[in-house]
């Protein structure tokens, strides 16, 4: 018979639990107040700091001040105990918005945008998500799995436990179906959770005009992958489409965006990154959980949004890298909508470490720190349905614990 109990982390300085009464998600100004246990030297702290407990299924079976812990719990049901004395437990972070299975490396591209190429100028010259698509096609499983996992490693290291994953360079049947395929090899060896969305509509395919894929979609695509959903071969959480100008107009991501929530896919796309096209509208009319990018969101697109609770996916590193006006992030917050964050990992935005987006959102998008951490958090959580057991630290959630070598 094993122990009791996987992992007790006990002393820490401060506990950040996020929130500390089920939330599922914050908004406005309880983005800003955290729930945080202090110990010793702040506030109302015991001596001996706080505690967090692991059961054998990893799951959080109590959390307190650290004598209480130690006095209702017998050492020896424990497999593994850490000193966190001086240091600080969060919630493993959370990122919302992930493109990280491809292949082919888009460096030229970026010395083009830092000759002043935009990122639809290179897109509409045949590069971008079309180079890459062309790599990715070549690139057997093994290879993609490969990259993926070394990918995934580094954003683990910066303290990731549940990631969103998209396809969306096959842009065809079986290249779509192969990136899934490879985001479900990866669920089974990385220490991470994965959400994993199909994103057929993240270009219209050279071979294919937008009203052509956009049938494709509808016809083959959505019933072959629910098809393999059925048998048990895939799972896949979320539907995505790149709503833009020059890309999928509202009215083709609307039925390609139905087409998938009617096959059990929660709502989770791209709109508003470059045009303004009222797709933030669309998605708080069709329900959708979380909307990404909204650079150009309308005041009337931050109200339908607040209104059907329908999650804002920042991503400052997009807006950083390619020059961009950023998000209207504060009037979001101040308008009742939930703001999470997304490091946006793809060939032309390479960054794997949630932390670093969190500094840029405060930096670029003048979030506040608690803020940042809520939407890194809770909050993509909640962007991906899993804030049931994810993204605070709360008795009966998973323990997925980021010790910080600080001690706040
Ligand atoms: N905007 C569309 N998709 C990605 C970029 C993908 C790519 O350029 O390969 C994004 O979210 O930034
Ligand atoms: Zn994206």
């Known amino acids: 018979m094993g122990r009791k109990f996987k992992l007790l982390v006990e002393h820490a300085r401060q506990i950040v639990q ?3 009464g089920g939330e599922r998600v914050l908004c406005g100004d309880s983005m800003k107040s955290l729930a945080v246990l202090e110990g010793e030297g702040g506030e109302g702290g015991g001596s001996g700091g706080y505690s967090v407990l692991v059961d054998r299924d990893g799951i959080i079976a109590d959390i307190g001040k650290s004598d209480e812990i ?14 966190a004395t001086g240091k600080c437990v969060i919630p493993g972070l959370v990122d919302a918005h992930t493109h990280a299975v491809w292949a082919g490396d888009r460096v030229h591209e970026f ?12 897109h509409r010259m045949g590069g971008g998500i079309h180079f890459t698509v062309k790599y990715t096609r070549a690139a057997n499983e093994d290879t993609l799995l490969s990259l993926l996992l070394n990918r995934m490693r580094q954003m683990s290291q910066s303290g990731t436990t549940l990631v969103e994953c998209k396809s969306g360079y096959g842009l065809d049947l079986e290249n779509e179906v192969k990136m899934l395929r490879v985001i479900e090899e990866a669920r089974k060896v990385v220490p991470m959770e994965i959400s994993s969305t199909y ?23 959505i019933p072959h992958i629910v098809s ?31 087409a998938g929530r009617d ?37 009337e697109g931050i109200s339908a949004m607040a209104r059907a609770g329908t999650v804002a996916v920042a991503l400052p590193t997009t807006a950083y890298m390619l020059r961009l006006r950023p998000p209207p992030v504060r009037d979001m917050i101040e308008g009742g909508v939930a703001v999470a964050l997304g490091s946006d990992f793809n060939p032309n935005a390479h960054c794997l470490a949630m932390p670093v987006v969190m500094n840029l959102a405060c930096v670029v998008l003048h979030m506040s720190m608690p803020e940042a951490l809520a939407a890194s958090t809770i909050n993509a959580a909640h962007a991906l349905g899993q804030s049931a057991m994810h993204g605070s630290l709360e008795r009966g959630k998973w323990g997925n614990l980021v010790l910080l070598g600080a001690p706040t």
Not at 111 to 122: I, P, Q
Not at 277 to 283: R, Y
């Open 228 to 258: 393999l959903v059925k048998a048990g071969q895939l799972q896949v959480d979320n539907i995505d489409v790149f709503c833009e100008k020059g890309v999928f107009d509202v009215v083709q991501s609307r039925a390609i965006l139905q």
């Open 263 to 299: 096959a059990g896919m929660q709502i989770n796309f791209h709109g508003e990154e470059l045009n303004r096209l009222h797709s933030a509208e669309m998605g708080a009319e069709l329900g959708a959980l979380a909307i990404s990018h909204l650079e150009e969101v309308s005041p």
């Open 111 to 122: 010395a083009m945008k830092l000759a002043g190429a935009s990122y639809m100028d290179v």
């Open 70 to 83: 130690a006095a209702k719990y017998n050492r020896e049901d424990i497999d593994n105990i850490i000193d």
């Open 199 to 221: 994103c057929g509509a993240h270009a219209v395919p050279k071979e294919k005009t937008s009203a052509q894929a956009t049938q494709d979609i509808l016809d083959r695509q």
């Open 18 to 20: 996020v929130c500390a």
